[in-house]
């Protein structure tokens, strides 16, 4: 192994996922109201926090993104053992988790000058950055360079695409996604938004009247952006997200793998759950669902 990876928790992997992996998690920190402040994958499990959000309607939980310090108790063991580290990051639009990360960087190479850290701002989040993770874990099983595998993953970021939907407009309203009025009609006509994420950022996919028709909105506009852009999905990796519900996930899942197969793809991974963490939830809410995928690198 040529390098380590650290990446903060926004990837959404999971800990037991990422220590599968050898990666180093880095946590963000999550809250419900004025009560205490759990760290991610850590202190809570993200079911747990999704209960208390379903649990606790109108009261909106704050994230908070990692420390220096927390970014230092990550690097320095990984520093001690004379290995390089690659550390991927949240989306630095989003979040000023990557600020941290760089000065934590910095603060390491004056305590140990020999000590080699790339951080990269994966310009993704939540599934995408988790996919992201994982192409930099081949990468380095493969024997890349940190070099190498820095270049090839920067290569494929603007590569990712999500389609979701989320079922509660108030948490949107809330972050400032849209406007009161808008929710109040949304919620009032049973209107769900399909969202999309691309090009480093959120954009709308339209909108659709009730869950069901939501879900299978969203299929249709991944195949139909598939389709549309020619894309050979054995050169990509693919993912399915989902909040809380992981019966509704389970069926979103198997729809989405039999579209897959109707095009030739036997894509089983998609059924994998993946849990969008609450870095992202806090936004949507405990119910978004969606599929999304990045190229390899």
């Known amino acids: 192994m040529k390098f380590h990876i650290v990446s903060d928790s926004s990837c959404d992997l999971g800990r037991e996922e990422a220590e599968r992996l050898g990666v180093s998690l880095v946590s963000f920190y999550a809250s419900m109201g004025d009560e205490r402040s759990y760290r991610e994958e850590r202190d809570i499990p993200t079911h747990r926090f999704y209960q208390m959000m379903a649990d606790a309607p109108g009261v909106f939980p704050k994230t908070s993104m990692p420390t220096m310090d927390d970014y230092l108790e990550a690097f320095r063991p990984v520093a001690a053992q004379g290995l390089p580290i690659l550390c991927i990051c949240l989306n630095a639009q989003f979040s000023g988790s990557i600020q941290a990360a760089r000065n934590a960087a910095e603060e390491l190479r004056e305590e140990c000058p020999q000590a080699r850290v790339e951080v990269l701002d994966s310009t993704l989040a939540t599934v995408l950055q988790g996919l992201l993770v994982l192409e930099a874990a081949e990468l380095r099983d493969q ?81 139909r952006y ?58 949507t809410g405990p119910t978004p669902i969606g599929v999304g995928l990045l190229r390899r690198a």
């Open 143 to 223: 024997g890349c360079t940190l070099e190498e595998a820095a270049a090839r993953l920067e290569a494929v970021r603007s590569t990712g695409r999500i389609f979701f939907t989320t079922n509660d407009l108030e948490y949107l309203r809330h972050g400032g996604r849209i406007g009161r009025a808008a929710a109040a009609t949304g919620t009032l006509l049973k209107v769900k938004p399909l969202i999309g994420y691309q090009d480093a950022g959120l954009v709308s996919d339209g909108i659709a009247q009730g869950r069901k028709r939501s879900l299978v909105k969203v299929r249709e506009l991944f195949f």
């Open 226 to 283: 598939v389709s549309r852009e020619g894309i050979d999905l054995d050169r990509y990796r693919l993912a399915t997200g989902f909040g809380l519900d992981g019966e509704e996930h389970r069926a979103f899942a198997e729809e989405v793998y039999q579209g897959l197969l109707a095009l030739g793809y036997d894509r089983p991974e998609v059924k994998k759950p993946y849990q969008i963490g609450v870095t992202i939830g806090v936004h």
